[in-house]
């Protein structure tokens, strides 16, 4: 038997504490999002709501989080990677790297730039909506659940391999629900939602926080989809500025999911995740050289 799971299994964390970890996870991030939304059902100004919605969504899945892990799972915040919000540079440059070349990339291909026609103030409501909606509640949120909750507990029951994998091919199926869109496009975002997956649980080890991932996360969320800039095969008269793609190619344009399906932005994950495991091998190679040195001034 695996020596990390073996360990695991003598620690007492069951498989019932893992599933259950799963599954309070999933159904919290959907209740507890449509709860949120109430707040779009007041009179409320249309810059006001989107902060609202983030603090209501933010705050209840940090609650309930926190009670789960403390009252049922009886493993710590700070094990589950939520500690104090910090961050470090080296993922904030990343995170607008990421979504600006993958942009950059895709206006390269052929196709027609739209100003759509809005207002000064509609603009500012999208770019409210972007930041606080799209950015910082669902960035934050899915990262505490996803690479949070969810990730710690497999790990602890099944180790990093399977805490990496499983929470992202389950993040990807959470995408699917709500929508209809062929098997082509399915399996794209299947593919492209458990590489992202994947990219944001590395960043969580290599950080040792989901701060990093959701600022990446975020950033990626409000440039990609947030409405300023939206890149696509269909036109929508919703966001500020929409480049239609001349290609049909699905692999391109990502089919009926959008963009954030296409082969630049598996591509992107990609580089990003594989940067991510050399930063993770260097922190372990600098760690063994330090202890080396120790033990040379020791001896």
Same mark, same amino acid.
């Given at each position: 038997?695996?020596?990390?799971?073996?360990?695991?299994?003598?620690?007492?964390?069951?498989?019932?504490?893992?599933?259950?970890?799963?599954?309070?996870?999933?159904?919290?991030?959907i209740?507890?999002?449509e709860?949120?939304?109430?707040?779009?059902?007041?009179?409320?100004?249309?810059?006001?709501?989107?902060i609202?919605?983030?603090?209501?969504?933010?705050?209840?899945?940090?609650?309930?989080?926190?009670?789960?892990?403390?009252?049922?799972?009886?493993?710590s915040?700070?094990?589950?990677?939520?500690?104090?919000?910090?961050?470090?540079?080296?993922?904030?440059? !990343?995170?607008?790297? *990421?979504?600006? @070349? #993958?942009? %950059?990339?895709?206006?390269?291909?052929?196709?027609e &730039? $739209?100003?759509?026609?809005?207002?000064?103030?509609?603009?500012?409501?999208?770019?409210?909506?972007?930041?606080f909606?799209a950015?910082?509640?669902?960035?934050?949120?899915?990262?505490?659940?996803?690479?949070?909750?969810?990730?710690?507990?497999?790990?602890?029951?099944?180790?990093?391999?399977?805490?990496?994998?499983?929470?992202?091919?389950?993040?990807?199926?959470?995408?699917?629900?709500?929508?209809?869109?062929? !098997?082509?496009?399915? *399996?794209?975002l @299947? #593919?492209? %939602?458990?590489?992202?997956?994947?990219?944001?649980? &590395? $960043?969580?080890?290599e950080?040792?926080?989901?701060?990093?991932?959701?600022?990446?996360?975020?950033?990626?969320?409000?440039?990609?989809?947030?409405?300023?800039?939206?890149?696509?095969?269909s036109?929508h008269?919703?966001?500020?500025?929409?480049?239609?793609?001349?290609?049909?190619?699905?692999?391109l344009?990502?089919?009926?999911?959008?963009?954030e399906?296409?082969?630049?932005?598996?591509?992107g994950?990609?580089?990003?995740?594989?940067?991510?495991?050399?930063?993770?091998?260097?922190?372990?190679?600098?760690?063994?050289?330090?202890?080396?040195?120790?033990?040379?001034?020791?001896t």
């Open positions: 038997m695996n020596t990390e799971l073996q360990e695991n299994i003598e620690n007492g964390f069951t498989t019932k504490k893992a599933i259950l970890a799963i599954i309070l996870g999933i159904i919290s991030v209740l507890l999002k709860v949120s939304r109430i707040v779009y059902r007041f009179r409320l100004p249309d810059t006001i709501s989107p609202l919605f983030s603090v209501l969504y933010i705050g209840m899945s940090y609650i309930f989080i926190r009670v789960c892990c403390t009252k049922i799972l009886h493993i915040m700070n094990e589950c990677f939520i500690g104090k919000p910090r961050a470090k540079i080296t993922w904030l440059i !990343i995170a607008l790297l *990421l979504p600006v @070349i #993958v942009s %950059g990339v895709l206006l390269c291909f052929p196709g &730039l $739209i100003k759509n026609n809005i207002t000064t103030f509609q603009s500012v409501n999208v770019v409210m909506r972007a930041i909606s950015g910082l509640g669902a960035g934050i949120v899915e990262e505490m659940f996803f690479r949070g909750m969810i990730m710690k507990a497999l790990d602890k029951r099944f180790g990093k391999v399977t805490a990496i994998i499983l929470p992202s091919f389950i993040f990807a199926l959470m995408h699917l629900i709500g929508i209809k869109i062929n !098997i082509v496009s399915i *399996l794209l @299947i #593919v492209a %939602g458990t590489s992202v997956g994947i990219m944001f649980s &590395l $960043i969580v080890y950080s040792g926080s989901i701060w990093c991932s959701a600022i990446v996360h975020g950033i990626w969320n409000i440039i990609m989809i947030g409405g300023i800039l939206t890149i696509g095969s036109y008269d919703k966001p500020i500025y929409y480049y239609k793609l001349a290609s049909e190619s699905v692999i344009t990502g089919g009926e999911f959008g963009i399906s296409s082969i630049v932005s598996i591509l994950f990609l580089v990003v995740s594989a940067l991510t495991l050399y930063l993770m091998k260097r922190k372990v190679k600098n760690c063994n050289n330090e202890i080396d040195a120790f033990e040379e001034t020791t």
